[in-house]
């Protein structure tokens, strides 16, 4: 052997472990690409995994903030349903007590009217008729200011022969009737009357029917019981 053998030899054993140095390193590479890419793959499955376990809390969160939220509304609703009906009660009461209040006034006053114009049209005195014939019409409806001015000519021919003279004081009033706004109240005087034929004062009590209508100016617009003064004497 000589010693361009012997080189030609070396050469190749060392392209030989060229070759496979080479070939070591390439696989080693490429194992560690793959072990790098399955690294990879491993962390964006954990990362996956995490996300996912993140995310099923906040989905639980946002379910349970809703249902409160829900219940909250609802109990709120509630709340406002149940106040609006004590105040809708409340005011319909106070309606309803404010009525019967305004009611009460009403037939108070009405009673007071009809006591009134009973113990003026009670009092008279023969010498001088004029302010009784007054107080029969005062406060009345111009129709039955008529019909008592005509009754008061009427009975003046009883009057004058007897000498009438009468007193009178409220005894009560108490309301008879209240029906389309208009009032019947029955009013009770007490009358002390003499005359010429009897010169001591005799003591009866007289009844009025009243009839009085609110609506305009709660004038009088019926009487009845006027003839009971001078009817049994």
Do not use: C
Request: glycine share 6%.
């Amino acid at each position: 052997m000589n010693a361009t053998d012997t080189t030609a030899e070396t050469t190749l054993a060392d392209a030989d472990d060229s070759d496979t140095t080479t070939s070591d390193g390439t696989a080693a590479d490429d194992r560690a690409a793959e072990g790098k890419r399955g690294g990879d793959e491993k962390s964006d499955d954990r990362d996956s995994d995490l996300a996912q376990k993140d995310l099923a809390p906040r989905e639980g969160r946002r379910i349970s903030l809703s249902v409160r939220s829900l219940l909250l509304g609802i109990v709120i609703i509630g709340l406002v349903a149940a106040v609006a009906v004590m105040t809708w009660l409340y005011l319909g009461e106070h309606r309803k007590v404010d009525a019967q209040a305004q009611q009460a006034r009403d037939n108070k006053h009405a009673e007071q009217v009809a006591l009134d114009y009973a113990v003026r049209a009670a009092i008279m005195d023969y010498k001088d008729l004029g302010p009784w014939k007054r107080a029969l019409v005062d406060g009345t409806t111009p129709e039955l200011s008529k019909k008592l001015s005509d009754a008061a000519n009427a009975m003046e021919q009883i009057l004058l022969p007897l000498q009438w003279s009468s007193a009178a004081k409220p005894v009560a009033a108490k309301v008879k009737s209240h029906d389309n706004g208009v009032y019947v109240v029955d009013s009770f005087v007490s009358v002390m009357t003499k005359t010429v034929q009897a010169k001591d004062s005799l003591q009866s009590t007289a009844t009025y029917s009243v009839t009085i209508d609110p609506a305009n100016g709660w004038k009088i617009s019926d009487v009845g019981g006027i003839g009971q003064v001078v009817g049994d004497r």
